[in-house]
């Protein structure tokens, strides 16, 4: 059921940080990933995000698993110099399908070894948890008056969190590590075609 619970945020992050009944876990605010200078300051680029769950149906573009990778990749291409203008005739286009059972993150305990330890330490030994993230990912660059540049990469990730259950946040940190684990493949994702929409401008 908890696996269920965390899973939820591949659908949108509102039922994930809702299934802990507290807004205790905050989404990440800014990129801090890797910036690459535009070749023209203030070069307007326009982005397009299409994700989809593992049967390929799409999701809205404002769920918030989505509306969060457009914060932060808004964040990248504004660090970088770029102007994202949904008009531009620069275009990014990212395709993600979520490849896990929930989506592209899935979040749950290891119920066996929690069950196991649990009985050997008498209660005392940490609640284990896996955050994995897997997505299938395409990426294009459209610049006017060149060849479209089309890249393959997909978003993914992994971390394991443990905490003890005599603590009263225990599940808020599990899904806060799930997040976590989610914006951080999200960051390397676009750090990845970032570099190479300064590299398509050469």
């Not at 030994?125 to 990912?137: D, M, N």
């Not at 259950?165 to 997040?179: F, I």
Request: net charge negative.
């Amino acid at each position: 059921m908890l696996q269920r619970i965390a899973g939820m945020i591949a659908v949108g992050l509102v039922g994930f940080l809702a299934a802990c009944g507290s807004s205790e876990v905050q989404l990440q605010q800014e990129y801090t990933g890797l910036a690459v200078a535009a070749e023209t300051p203030g070069a307007p680029v326009a982005l397009v995000l299409e994700f989809s769950d593992p049967s390929g149906l799409a999701y809205k573009d404002t769920s918030v698993g989505v509306a969060q990778y457009r914060n932060l990749a808004t964040s990248a291409l504004e660090q970088s110099g770029y102007r994202v203008d949904p008009s531009a005739d620069m275009v990014v286009t990212v395709q993600v399908r979520g490849l896990n059972e929930d989506g592209l993150l899935q979040s749950g305990p290891e119920t066996g070894r929690n069950i196991a330890l649990g009985v050997i330490s008498l209660g005392m030994a940490c609640s284990k948890w896996t955050h994995l993230v897997s997505g299938e990912g395409t990426v294009t660059i459209d610049r006017p008056e060149r060849e479209p540049v089309r890249l393959r990469k997909n978003v993914e990730g992994s971390a394991e969190s443990c905490e003890h259950t005599v603590n009263p946040s225990w599940l808020l940190n599990h899904q806060e590590a799930g997040l976590r684990t989610l914006e951080s493949a999200m960051e390397q994702h676009i750090e990845f075609w970032l570099q190479e929409l300064g590299d398509s401008q050469a």
